[in-house]
């Protein structure tokens, strides 16, 4: 890296970011390309992101952390860029990795035509096993910046950009998100765009991975440093992703959308919720319970809550094989669960189901009731909680079901979820005696 003022200043918005954050460091230093200085600036982080990037990496990382949480990296981006040297500010996710030669095609094409905005090819990969994809910044035509989104891991600008269009504005007071609004005012603004038109970009969206800040894991940004890392590391990647599509995986571009068809801050606290890291308070059980499946939103583990006439509502899980589901509950004392599905999308399925609770495989009896549908019995107990339980179905795949007309990918048709305190004397779980059927 450059002792005096660099190219790229890269600024990483971080929050609570222990599990992901050396990862992606790792993947800016091993760019081919040596011209820019590392900016992490903490959302007022309370974990210890701080002393993993001091003891990895020591002075190559500027790290600072906000006073406070913002709830969003709007905050720490404008902080990133008030402490930028360099002349182009690149910003990557905290959870995100770059190809080796991200910063190199980039810088090419800064030198080549000098755009406010440069941008390279990205790929948004769905949960493992959910054949999922965003693809987005490979263009030709400048014009593709009012219609297509671009991650803020895929684009550097110009550092006086900020300025002009008024840096990055709080979620919480959009319509849109943050990085939508931002790209979006940089058009109206005029600001010129250029695209690499070479994929260096390889983005874990949180918000496509339902609870990923209640229970965070950096195996996939693992996996994917030490594969882009091997020989023709990069070209692998892409020839997957590639055989990925050929066998029908879903591969969406990303547009924007009427954001006003949203009210201000709905979108950011929907994602919050996504996330984990806000939800309703926990509900008290202390008697044989019946809980319905839930709404809430849920990223590409469960599809829209839809009505049996006979059987009440359920959801899909989906495209996600392996979907988290929240039961927001306090539990004193330990208590039997049963999950109650409509349907399975295929037999084997079934067959290759295992069922976690808080990460940890639990044994499960599946039993067939007489309407057809199934529950699933654990068969040891859950719990005390004062927080809630996740359960985690991992099954082979998903499936796209010949009656189904809009061909979505999907598992296991969640009813709802039955809880019985060991301490009360109640029916047997799974008798129906809590719906009242």
Same mark, same amino acid.
């Given at each position: 890296?450059?002792?005096?003022?660099?190219?790229?200043?890269?600024?990483?918005?971080?929050?609570?970011?222990?599990?992901?954050?050396?990862?992606?460091?790792?993947?800016?230093?091993?760019?081919?390309? #040596?011209?820019?200085?590392?900016?992490?600036?903490?959302?007022?982080?309370?974990?210890?992101?701080?002393?993993?990037?001091?003891?990895?990496?020591?002075?190559?990382?500027?790290?600072?952390? @906000?006073?406070?949480?913002?709830?969003?990296?709007?905050?720490?981006?404008?902080?990133?860029?008030?402490?930028?040297?360099?002349?182009?500010?690149?910003?990557?996710?905290?959870?995100?990795?770059?190809? $080796?030669?991200?910063?190199?095609?980039?810088?090419?094409?800064?030198?080549?035509?000098? $755009?406010?905005? =440069?941008?390279?090819?990205?790929?948004?990969?769905?949960?493992?096993?959910?054949?999922?994809?965003?693809?987005?910044?490979?263009?030709?035509?400048?014009?593709?910046?009012?219609?297509?989104?671009?991650? !803020?891991?895929?684009?550097?600008?110009?550092?006086?950009?900020?300025?002009?269009?008024?840096?990055?504005?709080?979620?919480?007071?959009?319509?849109?998100?943050?990085?939508?609004?931002?790209?979006?005012?940089?058009?109206?603004?005029?600001?010129?765009?250029?695209?690499?038109?070479?994929?260096?970009?390889?983005?874990?969206?949180?918000?496509?991975?339902?609870?990923?800040?209640?229970?965070?894991?950096?195996?996939?940004?693992? &996996?994917?440093?030490?594969?882009?890392?091997?020989?023709? #590391?990069?070209?692998?990647?892409?020839?997957?992703?590639?055989?990925?599509?050929?066998?029908?995986?879903?591969?969406?571009?990303?547009?924007?959308?009427?954001?006003?068809?949203?009210?201000?801050?709905?979108?950011?606290?929907?994602?919050?919720?996504?996330?984990?890291?806000?939800?309703?308070?926990?509900?008290?059980?202390?008697?044989?319970?019946?809980?319905?499946?839930?709404?809430?939103?849920?990223?590409?583990?469960?599809?829209?809550?839809?009505?049996?006439?006979?059987?009440?509502?359920?959801?899909?899980?989906?495209?996600? $094989?392996? $979907?988290?589901?929240?039961?927001?509950?306090?539990?004193?004392?330990?208590?039997?669960?049963?999950?109650?599905?409509?349907?399975?999308?295929?037999?084997?399925?079934?067959?290759?189901?295992?069922?976690?609770?808080?990460?940890?495989?639990?044994?499960?009896?599946?039993?067939?009731?007489?309407?057809?549908?199934? =529950?699933?019995?654990?068969?040891?107990?859950?719990? !005390?909680?004062?927080?809630?339980?996740?359960?985690? @179905?991992?099954?082979?795949?998903?499936?796209?079901?010949?009656?189904?007309?809009?061909?979505?990918?999907? #598992?296991?048709?969640?009813?709802?979820?039955?809880?019985?305190?060991?301490?009360?004397?109640?029916?047997?779980?799974?008798?129906?005696?809590? &719906?009242?059927?």
């Amino acid at each position: 890296m450059a002792s005096t003022a660099p190219r790229f200043s890269i600024v990483i918005a971080a929050y609570n970011s222990a599990r992901w954050i050396v990862t992606t460091v790792r993947s800016v230093l091993a760019q081919t390309y #040596g011209d820019y200085e590392i900016i992490v600036v903490g959302d007022g982080c309370t974990d210890d992101t701080g002393e993993l990037l001091q003891a990895h990496f020591g002075n190559a990382v500027d790290w600072t952390n @906000l006073p406070q949480n913002s709830g969003g990296q709007s905050y720490p981006n404008n902080e990133g860029i008030r402490r930028a040297r360099g002349s182009h500010v690149a910003y990557l996710g905290h959870d995100d990795i770059w190809g $080796p030669t991200h910063l190199l095609r980039m810088a090419e094409v800064v030198a080549a035509s000098d $755009p406010d905005f =440069v941008v390279s090819g990205a790929i948004c990969h769905g949960p493992p096993g959910s054949m999922y994809y965003h693809t987005t910044g490979i263009f030709e035509d400048p014009a593709a910046a009012a219609t297509d989104f671009f991650p !803020p891991s895929s684009f550097a600008h110009r550092r006086d950009v900020a300025q002009r269009i008024g840096g990055w504005k709080h979620p919480a007071e959009l319509h849109a998100p943050a990085d939508c609004d931002f790209l979006m005012r940089a058009v109206e603004a005029g600001c010129t765009f250029a695209s690499t038109r070479t994929v260096t970009v390889h983005k874990f969206a949180a918000g496509h991975r339902y609870l990923s800040y209640r229970l965070p894991s950096n195996d996939e940004q693992s &996996r994917m440093l030490a594969r882009l890392a091997a020989p023709d #590391g990069e070209q692998a990647v892409l020839r997957e992703v590639s055989d990925d599509i050929a066998r029908g995986a879903d591969n969406l571009p990303l547009r924007y959308y009427d954001f006003k068809a949203f009210g201000a801050g709905d979108i950011y606290r929907g994602l919050r919720r996504t996330k984990g890291l806000e939800k309703a308070p926990p509900r008290t059980v202390d008697a044989l319970t019946w809980l319905p499946v839930v709404a809430d939103p849920a990223a590409l583990d469960w599809h829209d809550v839809e009505t049996n006439p006979l059987l009440g509502t359920f959801r899909w899980s989906g495209p996600n $094989p392996n $979907p988290r589901y929240l039961v927001n509950v306090r539990l004193a004392t330990p208590a039997t669960l049963c999950i109650h599905a409509l349907a399975v999308a295929s037999p084997e399925l079934l067959d290759g189901l295992h069922v976690e609770v808080d990460e940890r495989e639990v044994d499960f009896e599946a039993v067939r009731d007489p309407r057809g549908s199934y =529950v699933l019995k654990l068969t040891a107990p859950v719990g !005390p909680t004062g927080d809630g339980l996740v359960i985690t @179905l991992r099954m082979p795949r998903c499936v796209r079901m010949a009656n189904d007309a809009r061909r979505r990918r999907v #598992g296991i048709a969640l009813r709802g979820i039955e809880l019985r305190p060991i301490a009360e004397d109640s029916p047997d779980v799974g008798d129906g005696a809590a &719906r009242g059927l």
